[in-house]
């Protein structure tokens, strides 16, 4: 495996002994490394959008891991987020859970449960990923059909039969039979609950919303 394929974790700690102690670890265990000593030199690097995770310091000159973690969730960066603290509580954990922490990790960690978090964050992100690019496709898809696709489209996801869309658009069923296959082509799917489910991952259909 090339160097560039192997995750990559961020170190923020202001402690320059743990920044070099996860680090070797992370390398020895098959990963890249970048560190930080602190979330102001953090937000100052520039980054490839890549798998990858930061294990982050709680308490740190400037802005603290939480603050960090704001900062992060105000600009919708999805990069999971392990914590590292040797100053830890309860309510500080609930706080960085709630704001969407992957894990929170009492200094001095484990190396079993140190690698354990970072292998489940990074897993986390490359299925984030996959679904990311998902719903971008299904996007591009969705905007290839025209106004009546897409009117046909939201009529056909709420179970309605040809000839009861034929009369609400005002069409013949043969027309709306052939809007019908070229929305089921457009979206590529075979099936109608494919397209439901694709217009459920699109956020345009709720399963939980009865028909007409």
């Given amino acids: 495996m090339s160097n560039e394929l192997l995750p990559m974790v961020y170190v923020v700690d202001d402690d320059s002994s743990v920044r070099s102690g996860l680090g070797m670890l992370l390398m020895a265990c098959g990963y890249r490394v970048l560190t930080f000593e602190s979330g102001t030199h953090f937000f100052q690097a520039e980054f490839k959008d890549e798998p990858s995770c930061i294990l982050l310091d709680v308490n740190m000159p400037g802005l603290s891991g939480l603050e960090v973690q704001e900062h992060l969730n105000k600009r919708h960066c999805p990069i999971p987020v392990i914590f590292l603290t040797a100053y830890g509580d309860i309510s500080m954990s609930v706080r960085a859970m709630k704001a969407g922490a992957d894990d929170f990790l009492t200094k001095p960690v484990q190396k079993e449960d140190l690698l354990r978090a970072v292998n489940n964050a990074h897993q986390r992100d ?40 034929a009369y609400e658009l005002g069409n013949s069923e043969r027309t709306i039979k052939a809007q019908r296959s070229s929305v089921m082509e457009k979206m590529q799917v075979s099936t109608l609950a494919e397209l439901v489910l694709r217009a459920t991952q699109l956020g345009v259909f709720d399963l939980d919303t009865p028909g007409d």
Avoid: C, P
């Fill in 126 to 165: 490359l299925e984030a990923r996959k679904s990311r690019t998902l719903i971008d496709e299904l996007r591009y898809r969705y905007a290839t059909l025209s106004e009546r696709e897409l009117e046909v489209f939201h009529l056909v996801v709420r179970g309605k039969l040809n000839k009861q869309i």
